[in-house]
């Protein structure tokens, strides 16, 4: 077995062209006007609107807000997530989406076998655990939510249900840009779907003609050929990579740094040079493109 | 007058030369150079672990200290912590069997531990706003990998740039620094031979922004005369490591969002 040794290396600080114009950290005194609204990371001491976070001021008009560098997800209605069950309830499933309350799927919220659309009974809660059980991952959509924050989830399209076949990337919810769709399908010979709660999909190609019929409850095991196998592993560390260096996740940005990556071994991008090395010419890339 | 043996990481002294020893010298220099009012090197690194919410790595001298942050999280284990109102903040502190200067046959559970993950709970709770986060838990461990006096302000000031790092939002900083009275004089930053040398000092744990203390700790005896001196040496001795602390804080957000910003 081989084993990959390096020594360590000093982290190389990157070329901040300027600093952000306004920078906070926990106790800054933001602004004494009493004529702001306060948003998320402030708080009121005195008359005096103080920051709680380190991040950056955003202000919209009269509302003032700190964005944090990272954070835990923050659900907002019609998001798509991806999501581990923790516990089978009582007409209900608790899921995880990396909130800081577990998220709710309701039995009322899902498409039963068969897409039929009745009352759900008492037989229905008893083969709630035949459906979904602690650690299948679903992929979902934010219905609602709760006044304490936790997130009401629904599957209700023939897209959502549970995921069987392929891997999951986890990265931090702030790096996943909001689109107006969260499922691709790349044509390097992959599905992806990028979850708005950083938790991220890769799978073999989607085909959608297999899907209407099954109403989301059939899972295809079928073994997967190799090289799709290798299109998945690539994409994963590509995914990685782009967090790792903080780059925004989205399908172009995901498939410049598949491209990018051809060139070397699937298993070579895990290393800390190489990757930085993708994730610079992604970012390359990308700016040229748009500039 | 007194043998050291200087290995890389840290001072042996003998102990049966121990009767020589000055803790300040003549021209006021401590055993490691200091003046008695300077600070340690701080050095301080933030988001360690990419699998942790917010990490961070401290080393004050030769005190090396390691915290991580979980949360705000569901409660898993125990229905009967949740508080319907705020979060529960949850602490522990282990120290590392090779942390001190003989090995450590329980790095957690004993009773110090467990003394300083209750104080480190309670600087904790009144620092972060757990309003925000009802029914949830935040988790916060830390660990000393290397011992050397003012292993609680290493805890306390890792753990803040830790909590800071996970976007866990607080009212302020919270530093901590140890002051002590020798030879008629206040010490700032105490290391471990001046602790051992059996001067008493105290622990004090401060919000450096709004001065209000968090956290005030003393097992010796000091006379009613020193301890204000001793009190304003060791509150100037956090706003020093706060300096430190929130250059780091600002360095370290300016170039992330920079990062994210040029993609």
């Known amino acids: 077995m081989a084993v990959h040794i390096t020594l360590p290396e000093s982290r190389k600080k990157s070329a901040v062209p300027d600093a952000p114009k306004h920078l906070v950290t ?173 938790y991220v999909w890769v799978s073999p190609t989607i085909n959608d003609e297999k899907t209407e019929s099954s109403g989301g409850y059939e899972q295809d095991l079928e073994p997967v050929p190799s090289t799709d196998r290798e299109v998945i592993a690539r994409l994963r560390n590509c995914i990685l990579a782009l967090a790792t260096h903080k780059l925004l996740l989205y399908d172009t940005s995901v498939l410049y740094a598949y491209e990018a990556s051809r060139q070397h071994q699937v298993k070579d991008l895990l290393q800390p040079d190489i990757a930085e090395k993708v994730a610079d010419d992604t970012r390359q890339r990308l700016q040229m493109e748009s500039g | 007058m007194c043998h050291k043996i200087r290995h890389p990481r840290y001072w042996l002294i003998l102990p049966f030369k121990m009767a020589g020893l000055e803790i300040i010298s003549d021209q006021g220099y401590r055993i490691d150079g200091r003046r008695s009012s300077e600070l340690r090197k701080v050095c301080a690194r933030m988001g360690v672990f990419t699998q942790a919410d917010g990490s961070a790595y401290i080393e004050q001298g030769n005190t090396k200290a390691l915290a991580t942050v979980y949360g705000p999280h569901e409660v898993r284990k125990g229905r009967g912590k949740i508080q319907h109102d705020r979060a529960v903040v949850n602490c522990q502190f282990s120290m590392a069997t090779f942390s001190t200067g003989e090995r450590k046959s329980r790095p957690k559970g004993d009773r110090r531990s467990q003394e300083m993950s209750m104080h480190l709970r309670q600087t904790f709770e009144a620092v972060i706003v757990t309003e925000l986060f009802p029914r949830s838990q935040i988790d916060i461990y830390v660990q000393i990998l290397q011992a050397d006096g003012g292993n609680y302000c290493a805890c306390v000031n890792a753990a803040t740039l830790a909590v800071i790092d996970a976007g866990i939002p607080m009212k302020d900083y919270v530093c901590a620094c140890t002051a002590g009275f020798i030879q008629d004089s206040p010490l700032l930053d105490i290391s471990y031979v001046e602790e051992s040398a059996g001067a008493p000092f105290l622990t004090v744990a401060m919000m450096p922004k709004s001065e209000q203390i968090v956290l005030l700790e003393m097992n010796s005896r000091l006379h009613a005369d020193n301890m204000e001196k001793v009190l304003d040496l060791a509150t100037q001795g956090c706003k020093d490591v706060f300096a430190v602390l929130d250059r780091h804080v600002r360095d370290h957000v300016s170039e992330s969002h920079a990062l994210m910003t040029a993609s």
């Open chain 1, 26 to 198: 926990p106790g800054d005194v933001i602004t004494t006007d009493t004529g702001y609204m306060r948003g998320h990371g402030t708080y009121m001491d005195d008359d005096k609107l103080k920051a709680s976070l380190a991040g950056v001021v955003e202000r919209v008009n009269k509302l003032i807000c700190v964005q944090p560098l990272k954070t835990r997800y923050n659900g907002e209605i019609g998001d798509v997530v991806v999501g581990r069950v923790t516990e089978v309830g009582q007409r209900r499933w608790r899921v995880d989406v990396n909130s800081r309350l577990d998220a709710v799927l309701m039995l009322s919220a899902v498409n039963l076998p068969g897409g039929e659309l009745r009352r759900r009974s008492a037989e229905d809660e008893l083969m709630m655990r035949e459906y979904l059980q602690e650690g299948d991952l679903i992929s979902a959509e934010v219905q609602a939510i709760f006044h304490d924050g936790a997130l009401s989830l629904h599957t209700r399209s023939l897209k959502y249900g549970k995921l069987s076949q392929g891997v999951m990337v986890q990265v931090s919810p702030s790096l996943v840009k909001r689109r107006k769709t969260h499922f691709h399908n790349l044509p390097c010979g992959a599905s992806v779907i990028l979850g708005n709660n950083g």
